[in-house]
């Protein structure tokens, strides 16, 4: 079974400074992928970026990087210089390619605000 | 880009009557898509799996006939909660995969609350 674990219910950060949201998962799949959602207050999902397990360079959106340390089974999402607009739910997730259909797993989430 | 599309965006009903709620790939066809729900700060939560052409697949513990599941074709998958009751009042939201490991693409979800 897989499992996503987000250990950060809340996270507070001044706006500009960067930030780090936990991801630590868990899987018997040797081929996964993981991926970082925004959810704001409207419930819709926004994904932000994706990586794959062989990907050997760390995954980067703009102002979102992907923290990829397989050994340890972590997948933090960092975010460089935050904008009040950042203020949202962050889910980390997982697929995996055994079992077929590859459905996605969310970890607990956790809330970040952005403080002017 | 691929867009799901899914509604309605928030319903009302009554305890007793079913609801439906659709969830289309707009430019994409989804032999698979994905039903979740969410309650208020809590996570998603994996309902099933829909399939085109087959039955879908429940996760433990969702009764498959209080929420009903076709997938008409290849672009359209239907959530009916029947019988609704306060308890069923979430966050319903519907994903599909293009593809691959290529991101999930979800609907805009629908609020459900049952008086």
């Known amino acids: 079974a897989q499992k996503i674990t987000q250990t950060q219910p809340g996270m507070f950060v001044q706006e500009k400074e960067a930030v780090t949201l936990d991801c630590t998962y868990d899987?018997?799949?040797?081929?996964?992928?993981l991926f970082w959602y925004k959810q704001p207050s409207s419930g819709e999902m926004i994904f932000l970026i994706y990586?794959?397990?062989?990907?050997?360079q760390n995954a980067t959106e703009g102002r979102y990087s992907l923290n990829f340390q397989k050994a340890r089974k972590s997948a933090n999402l960092v975010i460089s210089a935050s904008q009040l607009g950042d203020s949202a739910m962050y889910f980390c997730?997982?697929?995996?390619?055994?079992?077929?259909?590859?459905?996605?797993?969310f970890g607990q989430g956790t809330r970040l605000t952005i403080n002017p | 880009g691929a867009v799901v599309s899914q509604h309605p965006s928030w319903v009302i009903c009554k305890s007793g009557t079913s609801v439906k709620i659709e969830c289309r790939s707009l430019?994409?066809?989804?032999?698979?898509m994905f039903w979740y729900r969410q309650f208020p700060k809590q996570s998603l939560m994996l309902m099933a799996t829909?399939?085109?052409?087959?039955?879908?697949?429940?996760e433990q513990g969702v009764e498959k006939d209080k929420f009903l599941i076709n997938h008409a074709s290849l672009t359209l998958s239907t959530l009916t909660v029947t019988s609704a009751h306060p308890e069923d009042s979430s966050f319903y939201i519907c994903?599909?995969?293009?593809?691959?490991?290529?991101?999930?693409?979800f609907g805009n979800g629908t609020r459900l609350t049952v008086t």
């Open positions: 994903s599909a995969p293009e593809g691959g490991f290529s991101p999930l693409h």
């Open positions: 899987t018997s799949d040797q081929s996964y992928g």
């Open positions: 990586q794959g397990s062989y990907d050997e």
């Open positions: 997730a997982m697929r995996g390619s055994i079992q077929g259909a590859q459905k996605l797993v």
């Open positions: 430019d994409f066809q989804a032999t698979t």
């Open positions: 829909s399939n085109e052409g087959s039955k879908a697949t429940y």
